[in-house]
């Protein structure tokens, strides 16, 4: 078992619709931390020290990265004199708990430079979620210990798995 291997199981919420995932594990290849908005398909993807693309792409079990989106929202302030500026607002939900930054495990790949990237699609929450593991925590030190798996691709209705 790979020391970053996190456990699936099906999102309480879809115990009913969602089917049991067709893999037990997955393995979390490394982190990309992203403001405002979720990371496109192809961005980079920063390895654990202990991950080696060549032997963890040649893997039975899916190889997943480890996402904190802090989302934001643009705002257009148009000036007196007819031009504008275009900023990012923080969300800020402190006051209900919640400090905004959404993590999930989001699909990758490897690129033809060798190095690992999202994988290609428009990945949304499945109805599975992953425990990580604790070696997987030490690298994200905030990360939750549960997590949702985006491995829906929104535009085909198709899993990745």
Same mark, same amino acid.
């Given at each position: 078992?790979?020391?970053?291997?996190?456990? &699936?199981?099906?999102?309480?919420?879809?115990?009913?619709?969602?089917?049991?995932?067709?893999?037990?594990?997955?393995?979390?290849?490394?982190?990309?931390?992203?403001?405002?908005?979720?990371?496109?398909?192809?961005?980079?993807?920063?390895?654990?020290?202990?991950?080696?693309?060549?032997?963890?792409?040649?893997?039975?079990?899916? #190889?997943?990265? &480890?996402?904190?989106?802090?989302?934001?929202?643009?705002?257009?302030? &148009?000036? =007196?004199?007819?031009?504008?500026?275009?900023?990012?607002?923080?969300? =800020?939900?402190?006051?209900?708990?919640?400090?905004?930054?959404?993590? #999930?495990?989001?699909?990758?790949?490897?690129?033809?430079?060798?190095?690992?990237?999202?994988?290609?699609?428009?990945?949304?929450?499945?109805?599975?979620?992953?425990?990580?593991?604790?070696?997987?925590?030490?690298?994200?030190?905030?990360?939750?210990?549960?997590?949702?798996?985006?491995?829906?691709?929104?535009?085909?209705?198709?899993?990745?798995?």
């Amino acid at each position: 078992m790979n020391a970053h291997a996190a456990r &699936l199981r099906v999102h309480p919420r879809h115990r009913d619709t969602a089917p049991a995932p067709p893999a037990t594990e997955v393995v979390i290849i490394g982190y990309r931390a992203r403001f405002a908005t979720a990371p496109p398909a192809g961005s980079a993807v920063k390895s654990f020290t202990d991950i080696t693309p060549t032997t963890t792409a040649t893997s039975p079990v899916p #190889c997943m990265a &480890l996402v904190s989106i802090e989302p934001a929202t643009q705002v257009v302030r &148009l000036r =007196d004199d007819g031009t504008s500026e275009i900023s990012w607002e923080e969300h =800020d939900f402190a006051l209900l708990g919640d400090t905004g930054i959404s993590w #999930c495990l989001m699909p990758v790949e490897l690129s033809s430079t060798g190095r690992f990237v999202i994988a290609d699609g428009t990945w949304a929450a499945g109805g599975y979620e992953a425990i990580l593991a604790r070696s997987t925590i030490a690298n994200a030190p905030t990360a939750p210990i549960v997590v949702p798996v985006h491995n829906l691709n929104r535009r085909t209705g198709r899993h990745r798995w």
